[in-house]
């Protein structure tokens, strides 16, 4: 299963960016979703998950109110809306997907995973 990320750019702090990523071909309906970022010199780390049923998320402290996390099962999407953004929140963003209803902070739970799309934010 391949996931395809996008959307990433340079902003400035205060911006808006959506990130999205697509599960062409693939059975879209059965994965929980996630989106876990890396900035340089750190560790990969969960952002926010959704689940297969779209009836719980997840979010991470640092981003918790300022992003937002969806999915629309008939493009095969899941997005990830990020406002007010921060330098801080400059990394590589990259989308994974796991067979099941319930996602997972643990990156080891994701068996499927996007090219990442890079997000750089100016201050």
């Known amino acids: 299963v391949q996931l395809q990320a996008s959307g990433g750019g340079l902003v400035q702090a205060g911006d808006s960016l959506r990130l999205s990523c697509a599960t062409p071909?693939?059975?879209?309906?059965?994965?929980?979703l996630g989106w876990f970022r890396q900035a340089p010199g750190k560790e990969r780390e969960i952002v926010a998950a959704?689940?297969?049923?779209?009836?719980?998320?997840f979010y991470s402290d640092p981003v918790k109110g300022r992003f937002a996390i969806s999915r629309d099962n008939t493009k095969k999407l899941v997005y990830l809306q990020m406002d007010s953004l921060k330098p801080e929140d400059s990394a590589v963003y990259y989308c994974?997907?796991?067979?099941?209803?319930?996602?997972?902070?643990?990156?080891?739970?994701?068996?499927?995973w996007g090219q990442g799309t890079l997000v750089t934010v100016s201050s």
């Open positions: 994974a997907g796991r067979r099941s209803e319930f996602w997972s902070r643990a990156e080891s739970d994701y068996y499927y």
């Open positions: 959704i689940s297969r049923s779209a009836r719980t998320t």
């Open positions: 071909g693939s059975s879209f309906r059965d994965f929980a």
